[in-house]
């Protein structure tokens, strides 16, 4: 089984500040795909980033950077220059590949961000 | 274009409606999702469509009844239903090859009375 943990509390940057969101992943599969997601207010999920298990570089989406530590089993999100519309819900997740489209998306509880002007 | 659309964007439902979601999506993905989600909690997969075929559901109640008439429309359709269904009903798409990153529509808050 699949597991995300998400244990920040939620998470205060000032405007152009960086900020990291912490996520750790445990499972047994060693083909498996880890996914960040963004959820304002108005309900939308909005896919960020996405890092592949045999992937040697950390991923980078813009202002997104994901800094993948596959011994530790963490996949932090960076987000760099934060905006006042960087104020959201932030989900980790995570998906083995072995099964297709078929497989579960496993998502952590989220961290509630909140850039201050 | 990621879009994926849904319909309505609020339902208010009777115990003894019968009511349906629609989703819409016109990337070519082969691979369409519901998701429940409750306020402040991470969304639940409900049912999984993989070429137009149910492939997963997740032990959902009989009053939640998916369909997927064609590649680009999902639909759940919803009867006699409780005001613990009440939430925000997300739909999503996959390509059905790696990395199968979902895209998620806006979403149906459901409330039930």
């Known amino acids: 089984a699949q597991k995300i943990t998400q244990t920040q509390p939620g998470m205060f940057v000032q405007e152009k500040e960086a900020v990291t969101l912490d996520c750790t992943y445990d499972?047994?599969?060693?083909?498996?795909?880890l996914f960040w997601y963004k959820q304002p207010s108005s309900g939308e999920m909005i896919f960020l980033i996405y890092q592949g298990s045999y992937d040697q570089q950390n991923a980078t989406e813009g202002r997104y950077s994901l800094n993948f530590q596959k011994a530790r089993k963490s996949a932090n999100l960076v987000i760099s220059a934060s905006q006042l519309g960087d104020s959201a819900m932030y989900f980790c997740a995570m998906r083995v590949m072995n099964t297709g489209a078929n497989s579960k998306l496993t998502f952590g509880k989220g961290i509630t961000l909140s850039v201050r002007p | 274009d990621t879009e994926v659309t849904q319909t309505p964007k609020h339902l208010v439902m009777g115990m003894t409606n019968k009511k349906s979601l629609k989703c819409e999506q016109h990337m070519g993905h082969r691979a369409m999702y519901w998701y429940k989600q409750k306020a402040k909690k991470p969304p639940e997969l409900m049912f999984v469509?993989?070429?137009?075929?149910?492939?997963i559901n997740e032990s959902v109640p009989s009053r939640f009844s998916p369909e997927c008439p064609n590649s680009s429309l999902l639909n759940l359709h919803l009867h006699a239903l409780q005001p613990e269904d009440s939430a925000l009903y997300l739909c999503?798409?996959?390509?059905?090859?790696?990395?199968?990153?979902?895209?998620f529509g806006p979403g149906t808050r459901l409330t039930v009375t």
């Open positions: 469509y993989s070429y137009e075929k149910l492939s």
């Open positions: 499972t047994s599969d060693p083909s498996y795909g």
């Open positions: 999503a798409s996959s390509q059905v090859n790696s990395p199968y990153e979902q895209y």
